[in-house]
């Protein structure tokens, strides 16, 4: 596809070759292979069951290296609150209070979380923030009868000329009310690190934000940094950081023509979280937790989400200290036909990486080379919750076009639909993945991997989208947690449903783990 000189101006202007554009252009023409699922993992097939004995084990481990150790909370945080008031902005759009009651729209609509909203909404977190401030916009609001109180409140807290909270990025959103305070995401990610993501009394945290938000959240950062301090007893250090304008994707038409602006210049996307994995490839540290901006608790459920992080961590340090002992072994020793089969059975049972079935008729040497490119790789120890109909991503076994097979975290996106085969295996899965992650990212030296390297480019996604009504062709890269660390060395371990909480719609905040 032939670029103009403007084009190949703004393509560059974002720091990215044309040459890449052209290859993105070609995906978007081609498509995508789907994703080839073996079949599900599940307890003893790929997810482990730890009892309390080995939790408490695993605990105490990472409790013994921790302040040995350099730890990072990553954080992607740059989601707006918008979603969460899907169906509340639908509602004001169709509602109609001059001919129809409240009750009769959400008969008329089957809108069930309209009436679960209205019947919990003084247990929200921001109902006083909102009642304090509807008279402002309302001065008639105690003489409005209950339908028209309800619509005033729902524009008091959603339209651009009143609170505006949907325009909030997700992380600032009130999401617990305590008895002398109201807490968002972000300060409950601060009190959650100091229980299981710091060492020597000193918490680093770091967020994805969208650049327009970055002085809010430095503001909300100073107004509770020193009681957070205080409480907690540790000093915090928090960075954030921008989606790379370098990683956003080019866009086409239906009929794969470039789709362009009102004013002809190329429309282009930010990439999805996968683009992120350059933003945590810029971190040196020896324990890197991964979670959500919207997945917290309030205080009471802490430490309990905290001994499942701890336990997470201390498989991570144990298999990767004997992963580093048998790299170090095979560089440096002449080891015996029995010795090899060994480090092949740690590769099998601790790392879930399936042995290629040629493997026993290869010379000693290219055995040893085989292992040492399978061992000397980033390791993933991801948290896995049993599934309950959320919808996302869950652990398969997974062949790949070479057919080799490994452990993947999968989305539904990526599966072939059309195939009874694979959406019976979808159907069967029995966990489901929370983005609960505890990454190490250094080699047996200390050094850092380039996460680049383990990519598969092939698990990027084509998403339609639309752009001013025009419907368009997006391409994602592959997920920061799905293909972006579809090589690294994976252990999936089930933790509890208590530790997964996220806040997809406001209607969340009323589950248990977000009350008092």
Known sequence: MKFT???????KSKGIDVEEVNKQLETLKKGL????????ANINNGILELDEEKRSKYISFFESKRNEISILKFVPASGAA???FKFLFQFLKEYDPKNETINSYVNRRKATKVLLFIVGIEKQPFYALVIERI??????YDVLSNDEKTLAFIKTL?????LNFGALPKGLFPFHKYKDHIATAF???LFEAALYASSKGIANLHFTISEKHKKTFDKEFKRIQNIVEKKTGNTFNISFSN???STDTISVSLNNELFREDDGQLHFRPSGHGALLNNLNEFNADVIFIKNIDNVVVYEYEDEVAEYKKMLAGVLLEVQE?????VRHLKKDRLSEEEIHFVAQFLRSRLNIVISSEFEKYSNDYKIEYLLNKLNRPIRVCGMVVNEGEPGGGPFWVKDESGNISLQIVESAQIDKESKHQKSILKNATHFNPVDLVCGMKNYKGELFDLQKFVDPKAAFITMKTKAGKELKALELPGLWNGSMANWNTVFVEVPLVTFNPVKTVNDLLKPTHQI
């Open 33 to 40: 292979p789907n994703i080839n699922l073996k079949e599900a």
């Open 82 to 84: 918008t979603r969460m």
């Open 322 to 326: 004997q992963a580093f002992n048998f």
């Open 5 to 11: 000189k403007k084009d190949i101006k703004q393509i």
């Open 243 to 245: 989606q790379k304008e």
């Open 158 to 162: 959603l339209d651009e000329d009143k």
């Open 135 to 140: 008279k402002v916009y309302y001065s008639n």
């Open 187 to 189: 300060e409950e990610h």
